[in-house]
């Protein structure tokens, strides 16, 4: 059983940077399908990033702000957010999935992590 576990949440002044965590257990790193989803209120859930080994597959609306990165050795994912904007504000969750390839559809991802509060104040 694939489980994972976020952390890394908060709140952050605009302009300002976290770094979200995800530690995967049940499952290899190196060869599983990760990514972020993000969901504000009132909103459907976003695409953020996807990757599969080298990979990284950016929404337009984050690319060159965050970085996604692995750690296989700790299973372990990061989602690095920089010059963070208010329409960032989300819950943010650590998906995976076992086969198939990125995708930007979250019915696609068989695994999500609890999710966890990233509130950007302008």
């Known amino acids: 059983q694939v489980q994972l576990a976020e952390s890394g949440g908060g709140l952050v002044q605009a302009g300002g940077s976290l770094r979200l965590s995800c530690t995967v257990s049940g499952s290899t790193l190196s060869r599983t399908i990760m990514g972020w989803f993000r969901q504000a209120p009132g909103k459907e859930r976003e695409f953020v990033v996807g990757?599969?080994?080298?990979?990284?597959d950016y929404a337009d609306s984050v690319k060159g702000r965050f970085t996604f990165s692995r750690d296989n050795a700790k299973n372990t994912v990061y989602l690095q957010m920089n010059s963070l904007k208010p329409e960032d504000t989300a819950v943010y969750s650590c998906v995976a999935r076992l086969d198939g390839s990125i995708s930007y559809g979250p019915a696609d991802y068989a695994y999500w992590g609890q999710g966890t509060q990233v509130t950007v104040s302008s």
């Open positions: 990757s599969y080994t080298s990979y990284v």
